[in-house]
């Protein structure tokens, strides 16, 4: 399991075409993605499962806690991204409630475009 950040202060400013915004980059790929829009309810919770593929969880709102081994749970909130390996047994649990973006790909390399959350 490994934490990324693509807050506002990790991305960079764009002005190409008289354009004014920051961008936050956070995965190319050139084969079969899948992408969702994951709402965990109030004490909502992803099951404890392997990953079919590498995936990434990107949290867009709300608060929760990841798991790669069900001993040991971390925080995530807005601004975090976690990545698990194929076959990697993972959990996501939240008591308030989360929303994030969910990308599964065989290509997913997320230490290309976003700084590791230290």
Known sequence: ME????????GKRISKFD???IM????????ATNIGYMHL??????GYHQAVVPQLL????????VSNDREEYFKVQSGDAVFWE????HETKSENGLTAIVIESVELNPSLFMASKK
């Open 3 to 10: 934490f990324y950040k693509f807050s506002k202060d990790s």
């Open 19 to 21: 354009s004014n915004f």
């Open 24 to 31: 936050s980059r956070v995965i190319q790929t050139d084969k």
């Open 41 to 46: 309810e109030e004490n909502g919770i992803v």
């Open 58 to 65: 990107v949290v867009i709102s709300g608060e929760g806690y």
């Open 86 to 89: 194929k076959d990697e047994w």
